[in-house]
Nanobody, 119 residues
Framework: QVQLVEFGGGSVQPGGSLRLSCAAS??????????MSWYRQAPGKERELVAQ????????TYADSVKGRCTISRDNAQNTVYLQMNSLKAEDTAVYYC??????????WGKGTLVTVSS
């Protein structure tokens, strides 16, 4: 019933841009005050936090590696979170996962979308 689905992954050249979307079904971000995050996992590496946005104040934080290049945003009415990625580097190549965390330990993950940055 509860599902997070990522869209927007693909192949892009270095310096290019992508916009990832995460659409939620089965619950509403606003109803459960979910904090939303984007994680990524590159081949041979552990999953790492890329960006997060809080449920109430929409405070955003970013990994140092993407500061100034990525912007996370959310639309609670549409149950959607976005990650705008600019000036992409080869190091950004990874599977990107959408994550939702709510009260009382509620947590959900998307299946991921692959972003490949190469020439």
């Amino acid at each position: 019933q509860v599902q997070l689905v990522e869209f927007g992954g693909g192949s892009v050249q270095p310096g290019g841009s992508l916009r990832l979307s995460c659409a939620a079904s089965g619950f509403a971000f606003s109803d459960y005050t979910y904090d939303m995050s984007w994680y990524r996992q590159a081949p041979g590496k552990e999953r790492e936090l890329v960006a997060q946005i809080t449920s109430i104040l929409h405070t955003t934080t970013y990994a140092d590696s993407v500061k100034g290049r990525c912007t996370i945003s959310r639309d609670n009415a549409q149950n959607t979170v976005y990650l705008q990625m600019n000036s992409l580097k080869a190091e950004d190549t990874a599977v990107y996962y959408c994550n939702a965390r709510g009260p009382h330990g509620a947590e959900y993950w998307g299946k991921g979308t692959l972003v490949t940055v190469s020439s």
